[in-house]
C-alpha cells in the first residue's frame, strides 16, 4: 500500500476510471468494496476500511476490507456510531492522529471496540452524500498513529464523491431484494396457512366422524345391550355384574372424551398431560418414558390454541413412535433454541422413519399442518432414533413469561 502522504497529483484521472470499472460489473456491496480495496489503497494506505450505510430510521449496516470486525456483523444504532457526528450532518469531516485516546470516537455507549481491539489509530472519515442527503460515510485507518493529514481528507472527500451513488444504487437494489423476498415469504405462508386450515377442517371432519361411529359401534351398543337386558321377561341381571357393565361404559365413554378434550392438560398442565399420554401410549411394553421442562412450564402460558395444538402434535408423535419404532426408550424435552424460541422434541431410540412403511408416516402430515397454523418448524432428525422437533418460530404466541 502507498502512504497516506502521496499527493494526489500522482493517482490522476486513471484511478478512478479504474474504480469506475471494477465497480461496473458487480451487484453486491461486498464484493464491489473488495473490488476496488486496491485503488483505496492506492490513494490512503490503510488498515482498514468500511463504508457504513444508512439502513433504516436510527441504524446503519457497514462493509468492511482489510480487517473484518463487529461492525460488520450486525447493525448499529447511529447514536452509538464512532461515526454519529458525520451522520447526523454535525460535521463535515473527522480525522485523528490516534482514535483510541479520541472521544468523539470512543464516548460512552459508543460501539468502538473494534478500534481498541485492532488498534486503528490513524482515521480518517468522511460523508458519503447522494443529491445533498448523507447516505452513509467513508472510514479509513491504521495501525500507525498521526499517519494522516488534511490533504488525506480531500483525497477521502474524492472517493466518497465517487463511490456514493455506486453504493446507494446497491444498497437500495439490495434493500428491494430483501422486501421482495419478504412479500414472497409471507404469501407463501399465508397460502401454507390456507391449506393448513384446509387440510385441519378435514381432519376435525374425519375426526367427528371417528368419534361418532365410536360412540354408536360401542358406548351406544353396550347401554342398548344393558337396557335391553333390564326390560327382557328374564331375570334381572345380578347389581354386581351390571355395576361392572356400566363401568365399562363409562371407561369408554372418558376415553372418547379424553381423545377429544384433552382435559388433562387443563387440569393439570402440559407437561403432566404429556406424561399420562407417554404413559398410556406404551401401556405395559418394557418402554422407559421421561418429560423434561427445562422452561418453568411455559407451555402452560400459550395462548390455548397454541397450547392444545402443540399437545396435539406431541400425542402424534408419541403415538407414532409408541406403535411403530420399536424403540425401548422414549424422552420428551422442552427447552429453548440458541435464539430463545420454543422447542418440544420428542426423541427415541427406535429404529427410525426411513425405516418403517407408511405406519409410522402417518400421521406426520397432520403434525405438518398443526405446525404451520401455529407458526412452527417441524423437523424431523434422524440420528440413533428418531427425534421429532417443534418449534414456535416467534415469542408472540407466549403469555405471561
Same mark, same amino acid.
Given at each position: 500500500?502507498?502512504?497516506?502522504?502521496?499527493?494526489?497529483?500522482?493517482? %490522476?484521472?486513471d484511478?478512478?476510471?479504474?474504480?469506475? /470499472?471494477?465497480?461496473?460489473?458487480?451487484?453486491?456491496?461486498?464484493?464491489a468494496?473488495g473490488?476496488?480495496?486496491?485503488?483505496?489503497?492506492?490513494?490512503?494506505?490503510?488498515?482498514?476500511a468500511?463504508i457504513?450505510?444508512?439502513? /433504516?430510521p436510527?441504524?446503519? +449496516?457497514?462493509?468492511?476490507v482489510?480487517?473484518?470486525?463487529?461492525?460488520?456483523?450486525?447493525?448499529?444504532r447511529?447514536? $452509538?456510531s464512532? +461515526? &454519529?457526528?458525520?451522520?447526523t450532518?454535525?460535521?463535515?469531516?473527522?480525522?485523528?492522529?490516534?482514535a483510541?485516546q479520541?472521544?468523539r470516537y470512543?464516548?460512552?455507549?459508543?460501539r468502538?471496540?473494534?478500534?481498541?481491539?485492532?488498534?486503528? &489509530?490513524?482515521?480518517?472519515?468522511?460523508?458519503?452524500?447522494?443529491?445533498?442527503?448523507?447516505?452513509?460515510?467513508?472510514?479509513?485507518?491504521?495501525?500507525?498513529?498521526?499517519?494522516?493529514?488534511e490533504?488525506?481528507?480531500?483525497?477521502?472527500?474524492?472517493?466518497?464523491?465517487?463511490?456514493?451513488?455506486?453504493?446507494?444504487?446497491?444498497?437500495? /437494489?439490495?434493500?428491494?431484494?430483501?422486501?421482495a423476498?419478504?412479500?414472497?415469504?409471507?404469501?407463501?405462508r399465508?397460502? %401454507?396457512?390456507?391449506q393448513?386450515?384446509?387440510?385441519?377442517?378435514?381432519?376435525l371432519?374425519?375426526?367427528?366422524?371417528?368419534?361418532g361411529?365410536?360412540?354408536?359401534?360401542q358406548t351406544?351398543?353396550?347401554?342398548?345391550?344393558?337396557?335391553?337386558?333390564?326390560?327382557?321377561?328374564a331375570?334381572?341381571?345380578?347389581?354386581?355384574?351390571?355395576?361392572? &357393565?356400566?363401568?365399562?361404559? *363409562?371407561?369408554?365413554?372418558?376415553?372418547? *372424551?379424553?381423545?377429544?378434550?384433552?382435559?388433562?392438560l387443563?387440569?393439570?398442565?402440559?407437561?403432566?398431560?404429556?406424561?399420562?399420554?407417554?404413559?398410556?401410549?406404551?401401556?405395559?411394553?418394557?418402554? +422407559?418414558?421421561?418429560?423434561?421442562?427445562?422452561?418453568? $412450564?411455559t407451555?402452560?402460558r400459550?395462548?390455548?390454541?397454541?397450547?392444545?395444538?402443540?399437545?396435539?402434535?406431541?400425542?402424534?408423535?408419541?403415538n407414532?413412535?409408541?406403535?411403530? /419404532?420399536?424403540?425401548t426408550?422414549?424422552? +420428551?424435552?422442552?427447552?429453548?433454541?440458541p435464539?430463545?424460541?420454543?422447542r418440544?422434541? #420428542?426423541?427415541?431410540n427406535?429404529? %427410525?422413519?426411513?425405516?418403517?412403511?407408511?405406519g &409410522?408416516?402417518s400421521?406426520?402430515?397432520?403434525?405438518?399442518?398443526?405446525?404451520?397454523l401455529?407458526?412452527?418448524?417441524?423437523?424431523?432428525?434422524?440420528?440413533?432414533?428418531?427425534? #421429532?422437533?417443534?418449534?414456535?418460530?416467534t415469542?408472540?404466541?407466549? %403469555?405471561?413469561i
Amino acid at each position: 500500500m502507498s502512504t497516506a502522504s502521496a499527493p494526489l497529483a500522482l493517482a %490522476g484521472d486513471d484511478v478512478f476510471v479504474r474504480i469506475s /470499472s471494477h465497480l461496473a460489473g458487480e451487484t453486491e456491496i461486498p464484493s464491489a468494496l473488495g473490488a476496488v480495496a486496491d485503488e483505496i489503497a492506492s490513494l490512503i494506505a490503510f488498515t482498514h476500511a468500511d463504508i457504513c450505510l444508512t439502513d /433504516s430510521p436510527g441504524w446503519t +449496516v457497514s462493509y468492511e476490507v482489510g480487517i473484518t470486525t463487529s461492525w460488520s456483523r450486525k447493525r448499529t444504532r447511529v447514536q $452509538n456510531s464512532p +461515526v &454519529r457526528d458525520l451522520l447526523t450532518a454535525r460535521c463535515e469531516s473527522m480525522l485523528t492522529a490516534d482514535a483510541t485516546q479520541d472521544p468523539r470516537y470512543t464516548f460512552t455507549g459508543a460501539r468502538c471496540e473494534p478500534i481498541f481491539r485492532h488498534e486503528l &489509530r490513524s482515521r480518517v472519515n468522511v460523508p458519503m452524500k447522494v443529491m445533498g442527503r448523507v447516505i452513509g460515510t467513508l472510514n479509513i485507518s491504521h495501525n500507525a498513529r498521526g499517519l494522516y493529514d488534511e490533504a488525506t481528507v480531500t483525497r477521502a472527500r474524492h472517493l466518497a464523491d465517487m463511490l456514493a451513488p455506486y453504493f446507494h444504487a446497491l444498497h437500495a /437494489s439490495e434493500k428491494a431484494q430483501q422486501v421482495a423476498r419478504a412479500r414472497a415469504e409471507a404469501q407463501a405462508r399465508e397460502e %401454507g396457512l390456507r391449506q393448513g386450515a384446509l387440510d385441519l377442517t378435514q381432519e376435525l371432519e374425519r375426526e367427528r366422524q371417528r368419534i361418532g361411529m365410536d360412540l354408536h359401534d360401542q358406548t351406544l351398543a353396550d347401554l342398548t345391550r344393558l337396557l335391553r337386558d333390564l326390560t327382557a321377561d328374564a331375570a334381572t341381571p345380578d347389581r354386581l355384574v351390571l355395576a361392572e &357393565r356400566l363401568g365399562h361404559c *363409562i371407561d369408554d365413554l372418558r376415553r372418547i *372424551i379424553d381423545t377429544a378434550v384433552p382435559t388433562l392438560l387443563e387440569l393439570f398442565g402440559f407437561a403432566h398431560a404429556v406424561r399420562v399420554h407417554l404413559e398410556r401410549a406404551t401401556g405395559h411394553a418394557p418402554v +422407559v418414558v421421561d418429560v423434561v421442562d427445562r422452561t418453568d $412450564n411455559t407451555p402452560d402460558r400459550l395462548d390455548t390454541t397454541t397450547r392444545t395444538a402443540l399437545f396435539r402434535i406431541t400425542q402424534e408423535a408419541i403415538n407414532n413412535t409408541a406403535r411403530h /419404532s420399536g424403540a425401548t426408550r422414549i424422552a +420428551v424435552v422442552i427447552d429453548r433454541d440458541p435464539t430463545g424460541r420454543l422447542r418440544l422434541t #420428542v426423541q427415541d431410540n427406535g429404529c %427410525g422413519f426411513s425405516a418403517t412403511t407408511g405406519g &409410522r408416516q402417518s400421521g406426520l402430515s397432520h403434525m405438518r399442518t398443526r405446525a404451520r397454523l401455529i407458526d412452527a418448524d417441524l423437523e424431523i432428525l434422524e440420528k440413533v432414533g428418531t427425534s #421429532v422437533v417443534v418449534t414456535l418460530r416467534t415469542t408472540g404466541k407466549e %403469555g405471561r413469561i
